[in-house]
């Protein structure tokens, strides 16, 4: 919102969050917790959706353990499946490769579940046989993200 209302170039109508493992978390959170209105819609490749779920020794690193002793609220309080309510107001594109070992495909079905038992309509796709960089189709995920945007702001390129 600081930059809408500092900058005359941006649009407030057509303003778009995106990111890439953390910062695919970090735009399903931001679109979550987006209650003025400042996103119309979010793109998110291979999101972690469950710190839990998540490479224990970074995660562990900056959170200590999912457990009640230690730090079982923070875990619980930084899911993104427990917040999705908002992200009904958005457009919102989830996308993942099958073969991410770095963040698992399963997070993105878990966020996949949560979205379709609160009938939240989103677009999501999968890149078969791909890591978590999405290298040889590259090309076709950044034409899906543009063809994404163009829905959203209803353009057409």
Same mark, same amino acid.
């Given at each position: #919102?600081y930059l809408?209302d500092? $900058?005359p !170039? &941006? *649009? #407030?109508? #057509? %303003?778009?969050?995106?990111?890439?493992?953390? @910062?695919g978390?970090a %735009? @399903?959170?931001?679109?979550a917790m987006? $209650?003025? @209105? =400042?996103?119309?819609?979010g793109?998110s =490749?291979a999101? =972690?959706t469950?710190?839990? $779920?998540?490479?224990?020794?970074? +995660?562990? #690193?900056?959170?200590?353990?999912p457990t009640? +002793?230690d730090?079982l609220?923070g875990? /619980?309080?930084?899911?993104l499946?427990?917040k999705? /309510?908002?992200i009904?107001?958005?457009?919102?594109?989830? &996308?993942h490769g099958?073969?991410?070992d770095?963040?698992?495909y399963?997070?993105?079905?878990m966020?996949?579940?949560v979205l379709e038992?609160?009938d &939240? $309509?989103?677009?999501?796709q999968?890149?078969?046989?791909?890591d978590?960089g &999405?290298?040889?189709?590259r090309?076709?995920?950044?034409?899906s993200?543009?063809n !994404?945007? *163009?829905e959203?702001?209803? +353009?057409?390129?």
């Amino acid at each position: #919102r600081y930059l809408q209302d500092k $900058l005359p !170039f &941006i *649009d #407030r109508t #057509r %303003t778009a969050i995106w990111g890439w493992s953390y @910062g695919g978390y970090a %735009t @399903g959170m931001t679109l979550a917790m987006d $209650l003025k @209105g =400042v996103f119309k819609c979010g793109m998110s =490749v291979a999101p =972690v959706t469950d710190w839990a $779920l998540y490479d224990s020794i970074y +995660t562990e #690193r900056f959170m200590g353990l999912p457990t009640v +002793t230690d730090n079982l609220q923070g875990y /619980e309080h930084g899911q993104l499946l427990n917040k999705v /309510e908002n992200i009904k107001n958005k457009m919102y594109y989830l &996308i993942h490769g099958t073969l991410d070992d770095n963040v698992h495909y399963q997070q993105s079905l878990m966020l996949a579940k949560v979205l379709e038992q609160k009938d &939240i $309509l989103f677009r999501q796709q999968t890149y078969t046989d791909e890591d978590h960089g &999405i290298v040889q189709s590259r090309a076709h995920l950044y034409h899906s993200l543009e063809n !994404f945007l *163009d829905e959203c702001f209803q +353009t057409s390129s």
